[in-house]
């Protein structure tokens, strides 16, 4: 598999019980704030296992074609037309015994899921509503869900889809890993800039904690993308193209203004 920019944690102790989890057969549910890295430490996992990731983004139109696949009409060796069954990724992944990314699990509606609730158990297996086969998971299947709590669109999970899973909570990260991060995952090089960086995430956060900024302001996302644009444009315009202009309340704005003047002169 190709070189994978590898999950960073200030708590080792993430990424560690994870790949323990799954080798103990466990689906793990990320819980966490939009850009703290769940997608990557999936990533991560899949990469070190060496196995495929098969990804599910869900959202309100999610529904079982997403899921599982469909049907579709295709011309055989013979010429003829005939209509054939495209798995989807959670068949692939079970198929190949590969891992599954369920994405934002609670932006889907809560109708939709139970038709992974024999994926997700002991039984490792569903029938395909759509041909009737009753597929069976290869040896090494996983499952890996995230999911943002509190944000808008978002819904309550149904308890009997929650207890199949366990929970492993994904905060974002400072001080010298996120230091390590810019270094390895932007194109900025400054040392002095990537300090100003860290020192500024760090306003972020305790704004954010304090409910005077959302959570997205200090996602890792938007901090790497600040990086790569500090190196092209001064720094102030690129705080305001990766996060100011993101955000729509004025005091919002105003709050991440005013740290910009304490920290970037």
């Known amino acids: ?36 890295g769940k997608t990557k430490l999936a990533e991560t996992v899949a990469n ?21 696949g469909f049907k579709t009409i295709e011309t055989n060796e013979k010429g003829h037309q005939e209509i054939v069954f495209i798995d989807g990724p959670v068949l692939k992944a079970m198929k190949n015994g590969d891992l599954l990314y369920i994405d934002e699990i609670n932006m889907a509606k809560p109708e939709t899921l139970p038709i992974l609730n024999g994926v997700l158990d002991y039984r490792r297996a569903l029938t395909n509503p759509f041909t009737g086969e009753v597929v069976q998971a290869k040896e090494g299947f996983s499952v890996i869900a995230a999911i943002n709590v509190g944000y808008i669109g978002t819904l309550p999970m149904n308890e009997a889809l929650k207890n199949r899973f366990v929970v492993l909570d994904v905060d974002y990260i400072d001080g010298h890993t996120l230091k390590t991060i810019i270094k390895e995952q932007s194109q900025l090089t400054d040392n002095e800039i990537i300090d100003s960086i860290v020192q500024f995430s760090k306003d972020l956060r305790i704004m954010s904690s304090q409910g005077q900024i959302s959570e997205e302001a200090a996602s890792i996302r938007a901090l790497l993308d600040l990086a790569d644009l500090a190196t092209v444009i001064p720094i102030r315009r690129a705080i305001k193209r990766a996060i100011i202009d993101k955000i729509d309340d ?16």
Not at 27 to 32: A, E, F, H, Q, S
Not at 61 to 68: Q, V
Not at 250 to 265: D, G, H, S, V, Y
């Open 250 to 265: 004025e005091r919002e704005q105003q709050a991440i203004q005013n740290a910009i003047e304490l920290i970037f002169e």
């Open 48 to 68: 070190d296992l060496n196995k495929p990731m098969y990804s599910v983004n869900c959202s309100v139109d999610l529904d079982a074609e997403s899921l599982l």
């Open 1 to 36: 598999m190709s070189q994978l920019k590898k999950y960073i944690n200030n708590d080792e102790t993430v990424y560690n019980d994870a790949l323990t989890m799954i080798k103990l057969k466990k689906n793990i549910l990320l819980k966490g704030p939009t850009g703290s």
